[in-house]
C-alpha cells in the first residue's frame, strides 16, 4: 500500500487513476497498487512545470519597458544571474545555453521551496527528480560537445597520450558517469535531510522556530539550485571548450 502525503496526490488517485494507470502501460510498467498509481513526487513536479507555465504566460502577457511589474523584475532578475554566470564559466557562448540553465535553476527553485507550503512537498525529496534532471544535464553537455566538434570531445577521452588511451578510456567513461550520479544524490540528500530536520524542530517549538527553519530551508532551496546549475555550467563549459 502506497502512502501519500499529499492532499493533492489524493485526489489525483480519487480522480485521474485510470489515466495514470493508462501512462504507465505506455511504457510497459504497473503501478504497486492500480488503485494509486500517482505518486506524491510524480503530482508534485506536474505542479510546479504547471506553475512555471502559468508564471512565464502572465509575465509574457504583462511585458513592459516602461512599466515592468514585480514578476517582470524578478524574473529579469533571476535571467541576469544565471546569463552572468553562464558567460563566467562557459564563455562567450554562455548566452547559446542560458534557456537550459535558466530552466533547470526556476524548476529547481520552485520544487525546493513548494515543500513550505503546508499540504504540499518538494518533489526533489524523491531521489527520481533530481535523477531526472542530472540526466538532462548529461545528456545536454554530451550532445553539445558532440555537436560543436565530435572529434576533440571524443578525444578526450584518449588522454594526453595514444599510449595511455587503454587505461583512460575506462577512467574518463567512469567519471563521466559519475557526474549524474553526484547530481543526483547532492540534490536529493540535502533536499531530503533539510526537509527531516525542520520538521523535527518544528515538533519541537511552535513560536519563534518555524520562522527561523523555515528561512533555513528557503535559503537551502536557494543553495542547492545554484549549485545544481553551476555544475551543469562546468559540465557543459568543458564539453565546448576548444582544447580538450
Not at 502512502?3 to 504497473?30: K, R, V
Not at 540528500?189 to 524542530?201: I, W
Amino acid at each position: 500500500m502506497i502512502t501519500h502525503e499529499t492532499w493533492l496526490a489524493h485526489l489525483f488517485n480519487t480522480y485521474f487513476a485510470g489515466l495514470g494507470n493508462a501512462i504507465l502501460a505506455l511504457f510497459h510498467l504497473t503501478a504497486e497498487d492500480p488503485k494509486e498509481p500517482w505518486a506524491d513526487y510524480i503530482v508534485m513536479q506536474l505542479l510546479v512545470a504547471v506553475i512555471m507555465i502559468v508564471l512565464f504566460l502572465i509575465l509574457r502577457s504583462r511585458l513592459s519597458v516602461d512599466k515592468p511589474g514585480t514578476l517582470q523584475h524578478s524574473m529579469e532578475l533571476v535571467h541576469g544571474f544565471v546569463k552572468d554566470q553562464a558567460e563566467d564559466q562557459v564563455g562567450h557562448d554562455g548566452h547559446h545555453h542560458v534557456v537550459l540553465f535558466e530552466t533547470l535553476f526556476v524548476f529547481l527553485l520552485l520544487a525546493n521551496l513548494i515543500g513550505i507550503i503546508p499540504g504540499f512537498m518538494s518533489p526533489t525529496q524523491a531521489v527520481y527528480v533530481p535523477a531526472g534532471c542530472a540526466l538532462i544535464a548529461f545528456l545536454y553537455y554530451n550532445i553539445v560537445g558532440l555537436t560543436k566538434h565530435p572529434g576533440k570531445y571524443l578525444k578526450q577521452f584518449l588522454g594526453p597520450i595514444p599510449v595511455m588511451a587503454p587505461l583512460m578510456i575506462p577512467i574518463e567513461i567512469i567519471s563521466h558517469l559519475a557526474r549524474p550520479l553526484s547530481l543526483t544524490i547532492r540534490l536529493f540528500a540535502n533536499m531530503y535531510a533539510g526537509e527531516q530536520v525542520t520538521l523535527v524542530f518544528l515538533s519541537l517549538t511552535y513560536l519563534f522556530g518555524p520562522a527561523v527553519f523555515m528561512g533555513l530551508h528557503v535559503f537551502v532551496s536557494l543553495l542547492q539550485a545554484y549549485i545544481f546549475v553551476l555544475l551543469t555550467m562546468m559540465y557543459v563549459a568543458g564539453a565546448v571548450a576548444e582544447e580538450h
